[in-house]
Nanobody, 126 residues
Framework: EVQLVESGGGLVQAGGSLRLSCAAS????????IGWFGQAPGKEREGVSS????????YYADAVMGRFTISSDNAKNTVYLQMSSLKPEDTAVYYC???????????????????WGQGTQVTVSS
């Protein structure tokens, strides 16, 4: 059974940092790409960043470029999202998701991902 478990969310002041973790199990980690997505209240889920566990390719949404960094520890089957210079508009529930499709095809498009975690809340106060 595929499982994705997010952790690391919380309350932080604007300008602060958080590191989210996505622990994966139930599938061959190296064969999948993992994405991070954010969903703010009343808004659609949006892609934030993604990484291929096979070749390390990464994608970022324009809004987080230069502030967020995605990385993968294949030995731990875990993907991280380092979030820096956080802004109030980054407030959202953050989900990680996995896809067996090519990352170059799905990038950070939510419909391209097949398996989802339960999410972790990130709140940035001004």
């Amino acid at each position: 059974e595929v499982q994705l478990v997010e952790s690391g969310g919380g309350l932080v002041q604007a300008g602060g940092s958080l590191r989210l973790s996505c622990a994966a199990s139930g599938f061959t980690f190296d064969d999948f790409a993992i994405g991070w997505f954010g969903q703010a209240p009343g808004k659609e889920r949006e892609g934030v960043s993604s990484i291929s566990n096979s070749d390390g390719s990464t994608y970022y949404a324009d809004a987080v470029m230069g502030r967020f960094t995605i990385s993968s520890d294949n030995a731990k089957n875990t993907v991280y999202l380092q979030m820096s210079s956080l802004k109030p508009e980054d407030t959202a529930v953050y989900y990680c998701a996995a896809t067996f499709r090519s990352i170059h095809a799905v990038r950070t498009i939510p419909a391209g991902y097949d398996y989802w975690g339960q999410g972790t809340q990130v709140t940035v106060s001004s």
